[in-house]
């Protein structure tokens, strides 16, 4: 699964739209409120690790590296 596609499939699962998204990301982290420039990071998949930390905490995740299992 792409970038653009597994964080829309979470912001759908959290049960948000992206407007709602974007306008909790200008309203907690000063993005800009326009659904455009986050579809256009998505799409491109230019969004930057400090971006999708951001995202990921305003739809209520933490995200976790965790070292592989052993096989």
């Known amino acids: 699964m792409n970038v653009r596609n597994e964080i829309k499939a979470q912001i759908v699962r959290?049960?948000?739209?992206?407007?709602?998204?974007?306008?909790?990301?200008?309203d907690e982290?000063?993005?800009?409120?326009s659904v455009s420039n986050l579809s256009a990071k998505l799409q491109r998949e230019s969004i930057r690790y400090k971006e999708v930390t951001e995202?990921?905490?305003?739809?209520?995740?933490?995200?976790?590296?965790?070292k592989r299992r052993e096989r």
């Open 14 to 26: 959290t049960g948000f739209t992206m407007q709602e998204v974007v306008d909790l990301l200008h």
């Open 55 to 66: 995202l990921a905490d305003v739809l209520g995740y933490d995200l976790v590296w965790q």
């Open 29 to 33: 982290y000063g993005w800009s409120d």
